[in-house]
């Protein structure tokens, strides 16, 4: 039976309508939508017919608001960053500005194997991210390849969180979280109470819940009534878990990170807060995999 208060809000065309958005369709792979406005971010996505994001109230293009919150649309991946992850701090809001930033130069291509789409992102500040997204034929994987430089003569601030944003059908009751970290830790007493590994068996209204996965690689959101299994890979050295059990909204997220998400004065505090020198070069990958299970 389909619950209202588990689907968010089905806005799977507002791209298409009413912001420019390029649309990555393989047989037998992950489907997607990206959208140069939003960083090139990605919106919906669907593996053999089945929606994987979550759409958020903004609907899937995000909406023209200064906050964070308010603007965001959900989707597959969203990027936060570069300036601040997490926590507002030293007067940068929620997750950072990335997602206000629009891609140029963007070009796609399309073979036997795979569609890709590329395109550059500019943080005023200086950094330049050269992006690349791959969606492969027939093997129900998406990887993300972030390229970023700081062009600016002083050394910038950089961190990087990937919110990889899943939602219903997949992220239901039963839905299991697996993971291959050495520990799970609750960031606060939101979460402390409250089971990491399973998907909430019913929406209700009660804060976010937010854990870290200390030394993962690799977790994975397993549906055995829906019989697939969706997994995110990075190279990233942190790991996050979101869960926002509200109504309405019901989401999960999988959140590769180079940083805390407690705000960059807290990282600086700790001695971890990334940084790019002048000229300094990093790779950033991110891998998102979706497999049918019997």
């Not at 912001?19 to 990206?34: F, H, N, S, T, Y």
């Not at 330049?128 to 970023?148: L, N």
């Not at 609750?186 to 089971?195: E, G, I, Q, V, W």
Request: proline content about 7%; some cysteine.
């Amino acid at each position: 039976m389909i619950a209202g208060d588990r689907l968010g809000h089905l806005d799977q065309v507002s791209l298409a309508t009413e912001r420019p958005a390029i649309d990555l369709r393989v047989l037998a792979g992950i489907e997607l939508r990206v959208d140069p406005t939003r960083g090139l971010d990605v919106g919906a996505a669907w593996f053999r017919g089945v929606p994987l994001a979550w759409i958020g109230a903004a609907g899937e293009g995000g909406a023209d608001a200064a906050d964070w919150r308010a603007a965001w649309g959900g989707g597959l991946v969203t990027t936060c960053g570069l300036d601040n992850v997490g926590a507002p701090s030293e007067g940068i809001g929620l997750h950072g500005t990335y997602t206000f930033l629009p891609a140029r130069e963007v070009a796609t291509e399309r073979s036997r194997a795979q569609a890709v789409a590329r395109g550059t992102v500019d943080d005023p500040r200086g950094l330049r991210v050269k992006r690349t997204i791959r969606t492969a034929v027939g093997s129900g994987r998406v990887e993300i390849v972030d390229r970023t430089v700081n062009l600016a003569d002083d050394p910038l601030e950089a961190p990087l969180l990937y919110h990889v944003n899943l939602g219903w059908p997949l992220w239901d009751d039963g839905t299991r979280v697996e993971t291959d970290a050495e520990e799970v830790e609750p960031r606060d007493d939101d979460a402390a109470p409250h089971d990491w590994s399973t998907a909430p068996a019913q929406p209700a209204a009660l804060p976010e819940r937010v854990w870290e996965h200390i030394g993962a690689t690799r977790a994975a959101v397993l549906n055995e009534r829906l019989g697939l299994r969706m997994t995110v890979e990075s190279d990233l050295p942190r790991l996050w878990q979101w869960v926002d059990p509200a109504p309405g909204v019901y989401a999960f997220g999988l959140e590769p990170a180079n940083c805390s998400v407690l705000g960059r004065a807290h990282d600086r505090a700790e001695g971890r807060l990334p940084y790019l020198d002048p000229g300094q070069e990093r790779s950033t990958r991110i891998a998102v995999t979706a497999e049918e299970v019997t």
